[in-house]
């Protein structure tokens, strides 16, 4: 329940806070909770974070990637979609 909580807490503070703020607990998240069944939610909030607020697809787009391959359904063509542009924007 702990990392439920925790995870709770960096959805809000992603709409809280500047990215810069946010963006070094994400990954330290994914980290400790590599299986936790919201796993790819806050991965694909990590890449928005990178993209949306700090402006970085080259950021964005390895986690936009691993949702794309991990995901599926409505998640998986969000984070495909956003890995395309960020492919685009790359070149």
């Known amino acids: 329940m702990e990392a439920e909580a925790e995870a709770l807490r960096l959805d809000l503070l992603a709409t809280l806070l500047p ?3 946010v963006m070094p ?10 299986d936790h069944p919201r796993g ?3 991965e694909l909030l990590r890449a928005t974070v ?6 970085d697809c080259d950021l964005a787009l390895p986690s936009y990637t691993r949702v794309a391959r ?3 359904g409505p998640l998986q ?3 495909r ?11």
């Open 70 to 72: 991990e995901a599926s």
């Open 25 to 34: 607990e994400l990954p330290t998240w994914l980290a400790d909770h590599p």
């Open 81 to 91: 979609a956003w890995a395309e542009h960020c492919r685009g924007v790359a070149r």
């Open 50 to 55: 990178a993209r949306e607020q700090l402006d």
């Open 40 to 42: 790819l939610e806050i």
């Open 19 to 21: 990215g810069e703020e």
């Open 77 to 79: 063509a969000h984070a």
